[in-house]
């Protein structure tokens, strides 16, 4: 059975920093790329950022200078550095698995990240 587990969330004040760690446990077959999500209250769920098999990333505006999303392939593990941290950055953060199977796709539990002002 797949696994998501992440770690690393907690409470900082705005301008520190966090590190966050998914690995993934189980066999999974063609991952193709591995994510960050994060859900504010009363928010939707946004892609915070992305990076694919070949190392390509992507990030949503808000974040980018800041956070920088990184990967070991052999270790099925996503990290997501984030520096300079905002109030509004407060949120639940998701990993997220993607395969070249269609519609194959894994979720973490989540983690908090609260930023205070």
């Known amino acids: 059975q797949v696994q998501l587990v992440e770690s690393g969330g907690g409470l900082v004040q705005a301008g520190g920093s966090l590190r966050l760690s998914c690995a993934a446990s189980?066999?999974?077959?063609?991952?193709?790329?591995m994510a960050w999500y994060r859900q504010a209250p009363g928010k939707q769920r946004e892609l915070v950022a992305s990076?694919?098999?070949?190392?390509?990333?992507a990030y949503v505006d808000s974040v980018k200078g800041r956070f920088t999303i990184s990967r070991d392939g052999a270790k099925n593990t996503v990290w997501l550095q984030m520096i300079s941290l905002k109030p509004e950055d407060t949120a639940v953060y998701y990993c997220?698995?993607?395969?070249?199977?269609?519609?194959?796709?894994?979720w973490g539990q989540g983690t908090q990240v609260t930023v205070s002002a």
């Open positions: 990076i694919s098999s070949g190392g390509s990333t």
């Open positions: 189980g066999s999974i077959f063609g991952i193709k790329t």
């Open positions: 997220n698995v993607q395969t070249v199977l269609p519609g194959v796709l894994f």
